[in-house]
């Protein structure tokens, strides 16, 4: 898992110890959340709620900010590379889940 975390850029932004799952005496922080590294979004003050639910899983709350100073930059699509955008996706994506 942390292999296929790292190699697609990703970042898991879980803090704290309360456990996710909680189910016959057995509890631990098996559910994660995961974001683009570049992504404009910034995670904030996720916290796990210990109030009573219908499942042996934990709500998970979170607040998401967009981060204005990477979203305003606008690529200009027409001076954009196609053939090596989609070569660099095809590596990207070889061999994953997505395939």
Same mark, same amino acid.
């Given at each position: 898992?942390? #292999?296929? &975390?790292?190699?697609?850029?990703?970042?898991?932004?879980?803090?704290?110890?309360?456990? +996710?799952?909680? $189910?016959?005496? /057995? !509890?631990?922080? &098996? #559910? &994660?959340? =995961?974001?683009? *590294?570049?992504?404009?979004? %910034? %995670?904030? *003050? %996720?916290? /796990?709620?210990?109030?009573?639910?219908?499942?042996?899983?934990? !709500?998970?709350?979170?607040? =998401?900010?967009?981060? +204005?100073?990477?979203?305003?930059?606008?690529? #200009?699509?027409?001076? $954009?590379?196609? *053939?090596?955008?989609?070569? $660099? =996706? #095809?590596?990207?994506?070889?061999?994953? =889940?997505?395939?």
């Amino acid at each position: 898992m942390e #292999d296929y &975390i790292f190699s697609h850029s990703l970042v898991v932004g879980n803090v704290g110890q309360v456990p +996710t799952f909680n $189910a016959r005496g /057995v !509890q631990t922080c &098996i #559910d &994660i959340t =995961l974001l683009l *590294n570049l992504s404009p979004l %910034l %995670l904030e *003050n %996720l916290k /796990v709620s210990c109030e009573a639910t219908f499942s042996d899983h934990r !709500q998970v709350h979170l607040n =998401l900010t967009l981060m +204005t100073d990477r979203a305003s930059v606008v690529p #200009d699509l027409k001076k $954009a590379n196609w *053939n090596k955008f989609r070569e $660099a =996706l #095809d590596k990207l994506f070889s061999g994953t =889940l997505f395939t």
